[in-house]
Nanobody
């Protein structure tokens, strides 16, 4: 089993920045690709970004490309999502997830965190 805990969400003004963190515990010796997803009120959950364990290959949704950077610290079992130039439409609950394929394009994620709220508003 793998446990994931997100942190770093909050209220930020449009144009501001936030860095989300996802700490993994439990079966961290296995190799996982890690992803960030988000879900806004009344909308379906959507993919944001992913990073592989083995070579830090990354993949981004078009909606955040150029404004966000996903990174990981394998020694600390932590994944980060740096978000810049935030817009009101970025408001959502952000979830961290892990998939055992180590493939950033793989869509089946087996482990999920509880989420952290990001609100972009003036």
């Amino acid at each position: 089993q793998l446990q994931l805990v997100e942190s770093g969400g909050g209220l930020v003004q449009p144009g501001g920045s936030l860095r989300l963190s996802c700490a993994a515990s439990g079966r961290t010796s296995s190799i996982y690709a890690m992803g960030w997803f988000r879900q806004a009120p009344g909308k379906e959950r959507e993919f944001v970004a992913a990073i592989s364990w083995s070579n830090s290959n990354t993949y981004y949704a078009d909606s955040v490309k150029g404004r966000s950077t996903i990174s990981r610290d394998n020694a600390q079992n932590t994944v980060y999502l740096q978000m810049n130039s935030l817009k009101p439409e970025d408001t959502a609950v952000y979830y961290c997830a892990a998939n055992p394929s180590d493939n950033v394009y793989y869509t089946q994620y087996d482990y999920w965190g509880q989420g952290t709220q990001v609100t972009v508003s003036s």
